[in-house]
């Protein structure tokens, strides 16, 4: 009787059953889907794929190939704001005071070249200056320190800014339906997965190693709707 009552409720338990397997084996995520096919893609050199969903490498000639993993852990989210319209911005201002700056250097160069001229000849050869000359020499070292703080500053927010944008659109890419990232306002997902693999090196030696995997997706949204990115690897360590 009481074995009857057992295998009653074999029916509904099973499917439960099997999704506490599932869940325990880590399932098929689109974070280890993304993963399998990184891996896949390098072990295959398709640089192709890789560059459709990776933008860091995993070269075999030097770090070896993966010839299987199991997930040991997936950490929990982190969001942060997207920031491509501020550091565009930042890029603009930076930009255009590098624009005035140039200008005014170049008016000053204009209007002292002979003595500038004298001022280099004489620094090439290490002869002292004195009068006019000495007065443009120390104006001309303050010009060319300040042009490299200045293109400096200009450098570095076109970088950050194109840092920013790089994953985003990466990310966000669809070829049948493109998008302006500087249109949108979204968050950066991060996400790090723990794997257990065994890694191949190049000189055919088996090992086994904890590797974690970076993990990024841009979440938008503008004017014309909201978009869901895809998950890229940014990172092995």
């Known amino acids: 009787m009481h074995r009857r009552k057992l295998l009653s409720w074999l029916p509904v338990v099973a499917p439960i059953l099997v999704l506490f397997i599932l869940a325990g084996c880590g399932g098929s995520t689109d974070e280890q889907q993304v993963i399998k096919k990184y891996f896949d893609a390098s072990r295959m050199r398709d640089q192709t794929t890789l560059a459709n969903i990776a933008t860091v490498p995993f070269r075999p000639q030097e770090e070896g190939t993966i010839q299987r993993y199991s997930v040991v852990s997936v950490g929990e989210a982190q969001r942060r704001t997207l920031r491509i319209k501020e550091l565009n911005a930042a890029f603009e201002a930076a930009k255009k005071q590098d624009d005035e700056f140039t200008k005014k250097k170049n008016n000053y160069q204009d209007a ?86 065994t890694v191949k090196s190049p000189d055919n030696q088996s090992a086994q190693k904890q590797l974690v995997v970076t993990l990024h997706r841009a979440e938008v949204k503008g004017a014309a709707g909201a978009r869901l990115g895809r998950w890229l690897v940014t990172g092995i360590k």
């Open 112 to 197: 002292n070249i002979e003595a500038i001229d004298r001022v280099l000849r004489a620094e090439r050869e290490n002869k002292p200056l004195r009068g006019k000359d000495l007065d443009v020499q120390k104006a001309w070292v303050k010009w060319r320190e300040d042009t490299a703080a200045v293109s400096k500053k200009a450098s570095e927010t076109r970088k950050a800014a194109s840092d920013e944008r790089s994953i985003a659109e990466l990310s966000v890419y669809d070829a049948r339906d493109p998008i302006n990232l500087a249109d949108y306002d979204g968050e950066l997902v991060t996400k790090d997965v723990t794997i257990s693999a």
